[in-house]
T-cell receptor, first 114, second 112 residues
Framework: ETGVTQSPTHLIKTRGQQVTLRCSSQ?????VSWYQQALGQGPQFIFQ???????GRGNFPPRFSGLQFPNYSSELNVNALELDDSALYLC?????????????FGPGTRLTVL | SQQGEEDPQALSIQEGENATMNCSYK?????LQWYRQNSGRGLVHLIL?????REKHSGRLRVTLDTSKKSSSLLITASRAADTASYFC????????????FGGGTRVLVKP
């Protein structure tokens, strides 16, 4: 049990639609990251938020965007969905104090784009 | 691009045997972490080893790190059927803002 939750568990969308995925972190975890994991591959870093501002981004287009809220929840938004966006989306949170670099992952949201 | 590459890609062993998987990476790191993933679900953190450490143990897990060879290994001793999962190494470079860069994973099957 990591204390990180994600919703929904599964989601089916059609090409061109928009989707919002949600993540709730542990209290005190001011850093949240989002990862995309295609079937059979390792997770790929999308972006990271710290205190409600994006402070790092992977090789993903601008149609991937995010928000982080003061209550330790965050969102990943994807516009103009493409078939290749079908993947497991994982959020991970990390406290920024306490000297730990361990990231705690949620169970993921499985997105299928038809 | 993926920083870490695991070897082998897949591993099949009998219960009670040891399982060893390796990870290689390309650039200097702050730390290296190993994660387990069951059936495409969330990642479970197993162990973190810092760049100034050479070996770490946690229960049946032993991790080594050789920064001169840019490689790490994960050993699971006395494997159990419940160890069946995919195992990923992930590198953390402070210069990259602590984002994790994952390899492609090793799929381990432990047969009862």
């Amino acid at each position: 049990e990591t204390g990180v939750t994600q919703s929904p568990t599964h989601l089916i969308k059609t090409r061109g639609q928009q989707v919002t995925l949600r993540c709730s972190s542990q209290s005190g975890h001011n850093t949240v990251s989002w990862y995309q994991q295609a079937l059979g591959q390792g997770p790929q870093f999308i972006f990271q938020y710290y205190r409600e501002e994006e402070n790092g981004r992977g090789n993903f287009p601008p149609r991937f965007s995010g928000l982080q809220f003061p209550n330790y929840s965050s969102e990943l938004n994807v516009n103009a969905l493409e078939l290749d966006d079908s993947a497991l989306y994982l959020c991970a949170s990390r406290p920024t104090s306490g000297g730990t670099d361990t990231q705690y992952f949620g169970p993921g949201t499985r997105l299928t784009v038809l | 691009s993926q920083q870490g590459e695991e070897d082998p890609q897949a591993l099949s062993i009998q219960e009670g045997e040891n399982a060893t998987m390796n990870c290689s990476y390309k650039t200097s790191i702050n730390n290296l972490q190993w994660y387990r993933q069951n059936s495409g679900r969330g990642l479970v953190h197993l162990i973190l080893i810092r760049s100034n450490e050479r070996e770490k143990h946690s229960g049946r897990l032993r991790v080594t790190l050789d920064t001169s060879k840019k490689s790490s290994s994960l050993l699971i001793t006395a494997s159990r059927a419940a160890d069946t999962a995919s195992y990923f190494c992930a590198t953390d470079r402070r210069a990259a803002g602590n984002k994790l860069t994952f390899g492609g994973g090793t799929r381990v099957l432990v047969k009862p």
